[in-house]
């Protein structure tokens, strides 16, 4: 089982509707979340953090954490083409949280169709 | 902003050549990776350093090897090229805490 886990896709959702991008991570002790945005032969991009379970807004993007579950998700409201990228999910484990290592998923790419 | 640096966008170096990528982050970050992004395998994580001198390996060291002399700056070196060091390498440097990376552009070096 991969440390943290992400539908590769694509996600294919037309313009205006609802994405929602999925991520579970499998150390229960596990405490900073975070997503990525990278576009096509660019860099990834923080977009969210999330800490705490519940639900963290900014803009169009909605970051929900449930650690009972062990899952993350991003939603993206109102979707754009320009939102089409690929999602990395990312997530701190307790024992690297001194050295700040993160884990990544595989990333999921989202298609946003006009 | 913070802003992390990486020396060159595109390289081409030819098998059994010494290669150094460098990074500079401006922020005064503690720690600092080096990644490579490989299509299908997603990020893979280098070597990371979390102090002046101080080096980890991370999941493929091997071939690599990195240098941090000084806090803001911290290289990656290929010691002998290989076809199949041909990648996107990408730098992030992040503040000790509960806090995100910031990456740099990436470096795509082709070896041939």
Aim: aromatic fraction near 12%; charge should be positive; charged fraction near 25%.
């Amino acid at each position: 089982q991969k440390e943290v886990e992400q539908n590769s896709g694509p996600l294919s959702v037309p313009e205006g509707a609802i994405a929602s991008l999925n991520c579970t991570y499998s150390d229960r002790g596990s405490q900073s979340f975070f997503w990525y945005r990278q576009y096509s032969g660019k860099s990834p991009e923080l977009i969210m953090s999330i800490y705490s379970n519940g639900d963290k807004e900014d803009g169009r993007f909605t970051a929900q954490l449930n650690k009972a579950s062990q899952y993350v998700s991003l939603l993206i409201r109102d979707s754009q083409p320009s939102d089409s990228a690929t999602y990395l999910c990312a997530v701190r484990r307790s024992v690297s949280s001194n050295t700040g290592k993160l884990i990544f998923g595989q990333g999921t790419t989202l298609q946003v169709k006009p | 902003d913070v802003k992390v640096t990486q020396s060159s966008r595109y390289l081409v170096k030819r098998t059994g050549e010494k290669v150094f990528l460098e990074c500079v982050q401006d922020m005064d970050h503690e720690n600092m990776f080096w990644y490579r992004q490989d299509p299908g395998l997603g990020l893979r994580l280098i070597y990371f350093s979390y102090d002046v001198k101080m080096k980890e390996k991370g999941d493929i060291p091997e071939g690599y090897s990195v240098s941090r002399e000084k806090k803001e700056r911290f290289s990656l070196i290929l010691e002998s090229a290989s076809t199949n060091q041909t990648s996107m390498y990408l730098c992030a440097s992040s503040s000790t805490g509960a806090y995100g990376y910031t990456f740099g552009s990436g470096t795509r070096l082709t070896v041939v």
